[in-house]
């Protein structure tokens, strides 16, 4: 029987990534890290048949002596986590050359905001589109200083040099958008944030020009990413290399996940009219604000929504037989919208209150 380990499994794309697997092989030996009891108890209310050990990211031994233990190891908690991946890649490196384990561990498309953090540039557009398969030597190699970078070398270094034992990938999200279906966070961050901070400025907001791109992916969309890759693990990492197919596993093995793409400006016009129809605001307007005036509103909010972040995701669907098939990213902007409303207690007709104006 296969076992997997999760890390991140409360978590907006860990729990989302877990429903996928459980539905689709519910007879997986799962094995989770939780924090505390609380977070046990929503895990087991909806998969009662999931072992549970308790710590956190820095309980080095435990999560070595888990991946030990583990056939596969899903990192989908703080991918910035140096001393966990570590751990993680000690604990698979005692794997067999016939029985290797296997590390699918989620970063981030945050790594090609370098660009844009290193000219001081938010708000304005690029041309710059980086792609996981024929480009993928310039994705893996940049700059140390980029986000997630750190922790993207570690688990890229085990790729070469614990690759007969320990089989490795990366998966690299984009903007995530769409409803979770996890036991525990279900709300994603960057759109949701924009709408809250619309709703509380009481008009939309763009960085500057509005022109920066990302990516974007359904929630259910990069699950399947996850399903896929879990799937060949469990069957020995069969796809890996064959003669006409590029690499799955190993220092090639990043994977971008995206279907499309959107523009902060327009996504914030689409937010602001959904805010004023929905009776939330009074007014569809988007104004500018500076870098600065973003990061107050949202933690990075001037990379977040004023970086580019453009990615083509052809690996996933050229070894993996992807196909993203989740709505745009318009279509579930109406219901964040309302849930930031109720979240922040404000009611139609009360915008002004919401502004702060009353």
Known sequence: MTKIFVTGVTGYIGGDAIYAVTQAHPEYDITCLVRNSDK??????????????????????????????????????????????????????????????????????????????????????????????????KVTSLPDDAPHRPVDKIVLAAGHTTGDVAKTAIVCPPTIYGAGRGPGN??????????????????????NAGKARWSTVHVHDLADVFLKLVENAAAGGSL?????????????????????????????????????????????????????????????????????????????????????????IEEGIGSAVEYEAKQLAIKPGHAKVAAGDA
């Open 240 to 328: 890996a290399e064959w003669p006409d197919k590029p690499a799955v596993w190993g220092a090639e093995g990043y994977y971008f996940t995206e279907n499309g793409e959107h523009v902060w400006g327009e996504t914030a016009k689409v937010i602001a009219k959904e805010a004023k129809k929905q009776g939330f605001i009074d007014t569809d307007e988007v104004k500018s604000v500076s870098a600065e005036e973003a990061g107050k509103l949202t933690t990075w909010g001037q990379a977040l929504w004023g970086a580019n972040s453009r990615s083509r995701a052809k690996r996933a669907r050229t070894v993996l037989g992807w196909k993203p098939s989740g709505p745009p």
């Open 186 to 207: 279900q709300r994603s961050h960057q759109v949701p944030e924009l709408a809250r901070s619309t709703l509380e400025q009481g008009h939309g907001i763009q960085v």
């Open 40 to 137: 046990g108890a929503q895990v087991v209310k909806d998969y009662p048949s999931f072992k549970l050990v308790y710590g956190d990211l820095d309980s080095a031994d435990l999560l070595e002596e888990e991946a030990r233990k583990a056939d596969i190891v899903l990192n989908l908690a703080y991918a910035d986590h140096a001393g966990a991946a570590e751990a993680i890649i000690r604990g698979l490196g005692t794997h067999e050359p016939e029985r290797p384990g296997f590390l699918i561990h989620c970063s981030g498309t945050g790594v090609l905001l370098i660009d844009d953090i290193k000219r001081d540039t938010y708000g304005e557009e690029s041309d710059i589109v980086y792609d996981d398969l024929e480009g993928v030597s």
